[in-house]
């Protein structure tokens, strides 16, 4: 019984000094219900020195890890520029490993908004990763610019005050090569793509666009994620009736498949056209001379020839030594409009819904060319590039060959 | 038994307290660590107390979610629907799955189980149009408690998911006490004496596999409750090796081990994370040691150390289980002669 | 009819380099009863120390072929040594959960050393080209596959079958304990054992990575795989996990060729049916 005695105490003594630090989740939770009536700012004092805070929710580990340290190189290297500092107020970017799982980003998230207190939020890579965090972003009045995820609900059927993408869609990389591809390729396309929403949502936009314009898709097929050998698939589409392959893979099945359409003899023998990502700059130096000849569509390109994207190469390069990548050049676009959304608000981010505002308005000229905010959808309005991949010596280089502008997200 | 009471409802006082006191960022750790909890001790009726190894447990978290998301998201909000449903799936799978795995023995089940588990990932994966495919069931509402209660505060989905830990605490608490529980115990140290004696070990097998399932399935369905959303990533093959660590390096066999582990777990995935990339290199390593100088798990190093604290008389607990389960063979040979 | 004999040619070496992944592992867990879940780590390892030699140090593949192998064995026989040895008396479960302790520490030592992005090797010069059979361009990287896989296959058949070594494997599979009593160095076999069976996991990732690729992750793949060979095959026999093996590559291929959406599954589902059907494996040698 005396240990019993004893025990009570113990847990007592325990409770009354838990209950000296008062940042309870019970009052915090009331006071954020009172808050959804009276709008008064939670997060930091406008009038303080506090820096503004960038949660940066983005993979460090995974399959997709250097899509996400390359989004960070290109945010750190253009807060590098204006150094750190916006409107007088200092700028802080605290990154999250998201591991490209739901679940893990969902904890993070919560890690971000309760603990760190984060002003805005950016990111992810996965588009699993952002279905999952929307709701909570949304419950939460927190505003988020999107910087890579491209799944078209996200701007659709998910849409949200507080969520606005500066990326892409998959429509948009689908589409804008439909209407291209007839006039430049042909009447007849074989379809293929990675067996993922990504893969299915690009191809089906690629799709829609083509037969519109008059083509016709004379087959489908779709690989698991991740696979190793598209032998068998590649067998199917080498057929002399069609006029070329419109294929959408990124990362290794990019290396992959590129690789293996010349190991199996379709190169130089059926054009090949997809995304950007089967010719991205970070895919192309593991595919030797394979990608020659390939065309795709993508927003933005290393060989693009701005004077915008000269001076990004140029800063990225020398920071880097590295070229930057598709991910980098969404990672300084994205850095850009929250810096200019902060400067037009004078540094006060106390208010989500002006942040919000502010965000909608932004227009620049970034690397990419000119970019701007569809009001109705949230989602970025941006050119699109016809790139064809050439032989330099024996090494391989793109250049932009033609310009679908101004390509809109139809919403729906 | 006194004591456990006393000690059991310090530890709910305290965690209904809780909230009070810290942030609304670890609440939702605390939730986490009671769902993983509940899912680590379903586990532990099949590993711990029966002996099989199963490689395939995050099927029955898996169907037991998504059977959930999509009640909510398509019949009723109403949680005890949608958390049946979820258990009437789990319940069904396990049936399957069971009655195909426990012909097995050992590595054998262990790899039936795995094979089982991929093939439900697998259908979870391709079934786009039901589950969403590789972008997850997501946008699923919140749980709606009686009509028009809706569970929508993280505090009081936590306090939902307190409730039904205690629950099950209790349930598993007697589970592991009854007969029955001795049987399973019995089955796991030696199967071929439990059949000698008369005892249909497959059914018995197969009864524990199916109420593993079926709790497995409970924690998924608290899992949508909490996130709202769940993603073909929550039932691969990883997941179920996560959730054997927790038993192991918690403590098979023991009440409270399992939860310990899912705590440590969750802990480690969560705030050590945040300081350091090479987690997954500490939780290797930790295994490694824990399975090395700990074979107990945490619950073992624990009563090791209560006890040569308050130097208590070693009161070995699983040895008393085996006395009981024993006691009814040892008579039964006495008459026999 | 020519696509058909493309296909095969694809499954046969697909199914050849599964062969020469899952044989190491097999042979350890026929041998020793460990099931090694690191072996897909060793494998990667290899891949990568490849990956080192060929793309880093502009080195020649055979000279890779040559070095990492042993290096990987060695590795092998340093792990079997201070972590296995020590902890027989555990129990064949807590050793394989070493294994998987182990798997988690490689992974992360691989991201420290090698970064986390996603690298290619490419075969030797004179493999890079494509050579037309009836009809079909097949890489001849490929082709050479199958002779290499071939010839090990035979290797290491005929070590088993025919000579004294062999013998002592295959008795030592059926019986540990008389082995030991005849005489033989239990000990020294499980080393030599575990030292053979990284070899060949080091052989299995210098020559997969042209094909397979080196990415952070993939040894979680790569062991799942080993895993379906090794059940379907029967534990610990060289002729088991060679048909195994040429079966999975063929199921894998062709289901991928005639039902993509459905090639996962089928997988699995043909790991299920055989440990429900035929626990032992196709030539398993234990129940």
């Not at chain 1, 200092?90 to 799982?101: K, L, N, S, V």
């Not at chain 2, 750790?29 to 099989?52: D, K, P, Y």
């Not at chain 3, 879940?37 to 891949?47: K, Q």
């Not at chain 3, 062991?223 to 059940?231: F, P």
């Amino acid at each position: 019984m005396k240990r019993v005695k004893r025990n009570w105490l113990i847990m007592l003594a325990f409770v009354l000094l838990l209950s000296a630090c008062s940042s309870g989740a019970i009052s915090t939770t009331t006071k954020n219900s009172e808050k959804d009536e009276n709008s008064e700012p939670t997060t930091s004092d406008p009038s303080s020195d506090e820096p503004i805070k960038i949660g940066a929710l983005l993979p460090s580990t995974g399959v997709y890890a250097s899509l996400g340290e390359n989004v960070m190189n290109g945010m750190e290297l253009y807060f590098e520029e204006i150094g750190w500092e916006v409107a007088g107020k200092e700028i802080q970017i605290i990154h999250e490993d998201t591991e490209a799982d739901p679940q893990v980003s969902l904890r993070k998230l919560r890690k971000l908004m309760e603990q760190d207190k984060i002003d805005i939020l950016t990111g992810p890579i996965s588009t699993a990763v952002a279905y999952a965090i929307r709701d909570e972003v949304d419950k939460n009045k927190l505003p988020f610019l999107v910087s890579h995820a491209g799944g078209n609900d996200l701007t659709r059927s998910k849409r949200s005050d507080y969520i606005w993408r500066s990326s892409f869609s998959s429509y948009q990389i689908g589409h804008s090569m439909g209407q291209w591809a007839y006039d430049n390729i042909g009447g007849k396309i074989y379809l293929t793509a990675a067996d993922y929403a990504f893969g299915h949502e690009a191809t089906a936009a690629f799709k829609d666009a083509y037969t519109a314009a008059g083509g016709e898709i004379v087959e489908e097929v779709f690989a698991p994620l991740g696979n190793n050998d598209f032998s068998s698939y590649l067998t199917k589409m080498n057929r002399d009736d069609i006029d070329g392959v419109y294929a959408f893979f990124a990362g290794t099945d990019a290396i992959r498949f590129v690789q293996q359409y010349e190991q199996y003899g379709l190169k130089g023998k059926i054009p090949l056209i997809g995304s950007g990502w089967l010719t991205a700059e970070d895919t192309r130096p593991q595919q030797g001379t394979a990608p020659e000849g390939i065309i795709a569509s993508i927003f933005w390109d290393y060989s693009l020839d701005t004077p915008e994207n000269k001076k990004f190469v140029e800063a990225y390069e020398a920071k880097y030594d590295a070229r930057p990548s598709i991910e980098s050049a969404e990672g300084y676009d994205a850095a850009a409009i929250i810096a200019k959304a902060i400067e037009s608000l004078n540094g006060d981010v106390s208010d989500p819904d002006r942040l919000v505002e502010e965000i909608s308005k932004v227009e620049l000229n970034s690397p990419r060319g000119p970019i701007k905010f569809d009001q109705e959808t949230h989602q970025i309005i941006q050119n699109l590039y016809i790139v064809e991949t050439y032989l330099d010596g024996d090494k391989t280089e793109n250049k932009v060959i033609d310009t679908v502008p101004e390509v809109i997200d139809p919403g729906k | 038994m006194g004591k456990q009471w006393v000690k059991g409802s310090l530890l709910f006082f305290l965690m209904v307290a809780a909230p009070f006191f810290v942030s609304l960022y670890y609440v939702n750790i605390f939730t986490e660590i009671l769902i993983f909890g509940i899912f680590a001790i379903s586990l532990n009726i099949l590993v711990g107390q029966t002996g099989l190894v199963s490689l395939g447990h995050a099927a029955f978290f898996g169907a037991g979610a998504y059977a959930t998301g999509l009640a909510a998201t398509h019949l009723s909000t109403n949680v005890f629907l949608t958390i049946v449903i979820g258990m009437l799936l789990a319940f069904l799978l396990a049936i399957l799955i069971g009655f195909v795995s426990t012909k097995a023995h050992g590595f054998y089940f262990l790899m039936l189980t795995l094979a089982c588990s991929q093939m439900v990932y697998s259908i979870i994966y391709q079934w786009t149009d039901v589950t969403g495919g590789s972008n997850g069931l997501s946008g699923i509402p919140a749980p709606s408690l009686f009509g028009d209660f809706i569970l929508s505060n993280q505090v009081f989905i936590y306090y939902f998911t307190l409730v039904v830990f205690t629950i099950v605490i209790f349930a598993v608490n007697r589970l592991l006490q009854s007969p029955l529980g001795y049987v399973f115990i019995g089955i796991k140290e030696n199967e071929d004496r439990m059949k000698s004696i008369g005892y249909n070990t497959s059914l018995y097998k197969n009864i524990s596999f199916l109420i593993a399932g079926t709790l497995g399935g409970l924690a998924g369905s608290l899992y949508v409750f909490f996130n709202g959303f769940v993603a073909p990533t929550d039932v691969y093959w990883t997941v179920s090796g996560s959730v054997l660590i927790m038993v192991l390096v918690g403590g098979a066999g023991t009440l409270w081990g399992p939860v310990i582990g899912a705590a440590f777990i969750v802990v480690l995935e969560t705030i050590i994370s945040s300081y350091t990339e090479s987690w997954m290199m500490i939780i290797g390593t930790a295994f490694i040691l824990f399975t090395i100088f700990a074979p107990a798990g945490i619950a073992g190093l624990f009563s090791r150390l209560t006890r040569s604290i308050f130097k208590e008389k070693p009161h070995p607990v699983e040895k008393q289980y085996i006395e009981d389960a024993i006691k009814p063979m040892k008579r039964q040979s006495k008459i026999n002669g | 009819m020519d696509t058909l004999v493309l296909q095969l040619m694809n499954a046969l070496s697909y199914g050849f380099l599964l062969f020469i992944i899952t044989c190491g592992i097999s042979l350890v867990f026929g041998i020793l009863g460990v099931l090694n879940l690191a072996h897909g780590s060793l494998y990667l390892l290899g891949s990568y120390l490849g990956y080192s030699i060929v793309v880093k140090s502009g080195l020649p593949f055979w000279v890779a072929l040559l070095i990492v192998p042993f290096v990987i064995a060695i590795i092998g026989l340093i792990l079997e040594i201070i972590l296995l040895r020590p902890t027989y008396k555990l129990g064949h479960l807590s050793q394989v959960l070493l294994t998987f302790g182990l798997a988690y520490i490689f992974h992360d030592l691989f991201a420290m050393i090698w970064g986390k992005n996603i690298m290619t090797v490419t075969p030797p010069a004179f493999l890079s080209h494509s050579v037309e059979i009836m009809g079909n361009m097949i890489p001849s990287y490929r082709l050479a596959l199958i002779v290499v896989g071939i010839i090990i296959a035979a290797v290491l058949w005929y070590t088993q079958e025919k000579t004294k070594w062999g013998a002592v494997i295959r008795a030592g599979l059926s019986d540990k304990e008389m082995v030991g009593g005849l005489g033989v160095n239990i000990h020294l076999v499980f080393t030599l054992v575990f030292f053979f069976g990284s070899l060949l996991a080091g052989i299995g990732g210098v020559l997969g990575s042209p094909i397979l690729g080196v990415a952070p992750g993939m040894e979680f793949n790569i062991l799942i795989l080993s895993l379906v060979v090794l059940v379907v095959g029967g534990l610990g026999s060289v002729s088991g996990t060679i048909l195994a093996s040429l079966l999975v590559g063929m199921v894998e291929t062709f289901s991928r060729f005639y039902v993509p959406e459905l090639s996962l599954i089928i997988t699995f589902a043909l790991m299920a049916t055989v440990l429900i059907i035929r626990p032992q494996g196709l030539i398993g040698r234990r129940a």
